[in-house]
């Protein structure tokens, strides 16, 4: 099989295992490219993408951009707080007005739950999300479980413990998918209140305890607070979080076996992770970054040749 079965990256519920696994061969090969002296190839010349940012980000419209790029893709960039989405225009007529300029491929982030799925049933282009509010962030969960790969061989039966706030992340619902239909079995952990009551329904561990998550494990994927989202308090302050669930070299160092720390970013060191912890041996935030380029380069490859 290559080619994916969706036309669009909504989300990981909707795609396969064996989907996944054509993303990671293809990333391999585009990991090679992007290492080379010409890191460039002509795979997506003619194809025009519009990275539409209804949302703050660093990373991922950076990853985004630069992978298109590689692939001699044409590149727009909308963000919404320069533009008349401010003077009250709809998600579709902004969007249609996009494609009225011939674009292919739409990458979209945005607040609501959603957003992306109701373009891809409403307009003619390839659509990927990159995080629809607190629902799907499919290409970090891809990147994520494409670095677990990477560092361990394979992702089948690994322990990963997801940590920190799973209620208001995107990140975790996306890793629990990606991770179950790889095989890994899956544990995630926080504060009760910071743990959605359905989450086990999704076959996974759940356990208020970092110190017996981390006993657990093989990855610990840690996750920020989203402060930004939460409209109540959840936790009495970020110094006591921290106190509780915060990571240090120290706790890695004195675990009986070495465990892989990774973090989505941005972290917000001295809450999550200290410093020590990020920087550690343990960690390898930054190769889930390179590796996010490598990633979305094959998807953004494997929709466009789906399109044809
Ligand atoms: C995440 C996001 O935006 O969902 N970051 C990212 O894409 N790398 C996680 C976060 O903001 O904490």
Same mark, same amino acid.
């Given at each position: 099989?290559?080619?994916?079965?969706?036309?669009?990256?909504?989300?990981?519920?909707?795609?396969?295992?064996?989907?996944?696994?054509?993303?990671?061969?293809?990333?391999?090969?585009?990991?090679?490219?992007?290492?080379?002296?010409?890191?460039?190839?002509?795979?997506?010349?003619?194809?025009?993408?519009?990275?539409?940012?209804?949302?703050?980000?660093?990373?991922?419209?950076?990853?985004?951009?630069?992978?298109?790029?590689?692939?001699?893709?044409?590149?727009?960039?909308?963000?919404?707080?320069?533009?008349?989405?401010?003077?009250?225009?709809? =998600?579709?007529?902004?969007?249609?007005?996009?494609?009225?300029?011939?674009?292919?491929?739409?990458?979209?982030?945005?607040?609501?739950?959603?957003?992306?799925?109701?373009?891809?049933?409403?307009?003619?282009?390839?659509?990927?999300?990159?995080?629809?509010?607190?629902?799907?962030?499919?290409?970090?969960?891809?990147?994520?479980?494409?670095?677990?790969?990477?560092?361990?061989?394979?992702?089948?039966?690994?322990?990963?413990?997801?940590?920190?706030? /799973?209620?208001?992340?995107?990140?975790?619902?996306?890793?629990?998918?990606?991770?179950?239909?790889?095989?890994?079995?899956?544990?995630? *952990?926080?504060?009760?209140?910071?743990?959605?009551?359905?989450?086990?329904?999704?076959?996974?561990?759940?356990?208020?305890?970092?110190?017996?998550?981390?006993?657990? *494990?093989?990855?610990?994927?840690?996750?920020?607070?989203? =402060?930004?989202?939460?409209?109540?308090?959840?936790?009495?302050?970020?110094?006591?979080?921290?106190?509780?669930?915060?990571?240090?070299?120290?706790?890695?160092?004195?675990?009986?076996?070495?465990?892989? =720390?990774?973090?989505?970013?941005?972290?917000?060191?001295?809450?999550?992770?200290?410093?020590?912890?990020?920087?550690?041996?343990?960690?390898? /935030?930054?190769?889930?970054?390179?590796?996010?380029?490598?990633?979305?380069?094959?998807?953004?490859?494997?929709?466009?040749?789906?399109?044809?």
């Amino acid at each position: 099989m290559s080619k994916l079965s969706q036309p669009h990256l909504l989300g990981i519920k909707n795609i396969t295992g064996e989907d996944i696994e054509l993303i990671f061969e293809t990333a391999d090969n585009f990991k090679e490219v992007i290492n080379r002296p010409i890191k460039k190839v002509p795979s997506l010349r003619d194809v025009t993408i519009a990275n539409v940012f209804f949302e703050n980000s660093t990373r991922t419209r950076l990853s985004f951009e630069l992978a298109q790029k590689r692939l001699s893709a044409d590149v727009i960039n909308f963000s919404a707080s320069t533009s008349s989405v401010k003077k009250g225009e709809t =998600l579709l007529d902004t969007v249609n007005n996009i494609l009225a300029m011939k674009v292919d491929m739409i990458v979209m982030r945005h607040s609501s739950v959603g957003a992306p799925h109701f373009l891809a049933k409403n307009i003619r282009a390839n659509i990927i999300n990159a995080g629809d509010g607190t629902h799907e962030h499919p290409t970090q969960a891809l990147l994520d479980t494409y670095s677990i790969r990477e560092k361990l061989k394979t992702v089948k039966g690994k322990k990963v413990a997801i940590i920190g706030d /799973i209620l208001h992340s995107r990140v975790a619902l996306s890793n629990i998918f990606a991770l179950k239909k790889l095989g890994a079995e899956v544990l995630v *952990c926080g504060p009760p209140t910071l743990l959605p009551k359905y989450i086990a329904q999704l076959g996974v561990k759940v356990e208020w305890d970092l110190h017996k998550a981390l006993a657990w *494990c093989d990855v610990a994927n840690v996750l920020r607070i989203q =402060l930004e989202r939460q409209q109540i308090k959840y936790f009495p302050s970020l110094r006591e979080y921290s106190i509780y669930y915060g990571i240090t070299k120290k706790i890695l160092d004195q675990l009986d076996k070495e465990i892989i =720390l990774m973090h989505p970013g941005p972290i917000n060191r001295g809450v999550e992770l200290s410093s020590d912890a990020a920087d550690s041996h343990h960690s390898i /935030i930054l190769d889930q970054v390179e590796n996010g380029v490598a990633v979305r380069m094959a998807v953004m490859y494997l929709l466009a040749s789906a399109a044809n």
